[in-house]
Nanobody, 126 residues
Framework: QVQLVESGGGLVQAGGSLRLSCAAS????????MGWFRQAPGKEREFVAAISSIGSTVYAVSVKGRFTISRDGAKNTVYLQMDSLKYEDTAVYYC????????????????????WGQGTQVTVSS
């Protein structure tokens, strides 16, 4: 059983930056694809970014070029660096872990992820 704990959310002005962290425990971190999803009020949960066990990455079109996902195997942690934040990035951000999908193209659908964190709030003021 994998446990995921997110941190790093908060309030930031539009154009600013935040770095989210997700610490994993209870499993072999290196074999998991790690993903970030987000859910804004009144909207469905949507994919943000993912990184496979070999470091392949995929991003949602809405964040490509502004967000960067990375992982640190020594710390069992995955990061989401968010730059040039926009008001529409406001959401609860969730970290997730998956064993599905090819390593060269990380899973990007919520149903492919078996383990989820509790979420961290990101609020971007306009």
């Amino acid at each position: 059983q994998v446990q995921l704990v997110e941190s790093g959310g908060g309030l930031v002005q539009a154009g600013g930056s935040l770095r989210l962290s997700c610490a994993a425990s209870g499993g072999t971190f290196s074999v998991y694809t790690m993903g970030w999803f987000r859910q804004a009020p009144g909207k469905e949960r949507e994919f943000v970014a993912a990184i496979s066990s070999i470091g392949s990455t995929v991003y949602a079109v809405s964040v490509k070029g502004r967000f960067t996902i990375s992982r640190d195997g020594a710390k069992n942690t995955v990061y989401l660096q968010m730059d040039s934040l926009k008001y529409e990035d406001t959401a609860v951000y969730y970290c997730a872990a998956s064993l599905r999908g090819p390593v060269f193209r990380p899973a990007s659908r919520a149903y492919e992820y078996a383990y989820w964190g509790q979420g961290t709030q990101v609020t971007v003021s306009s």
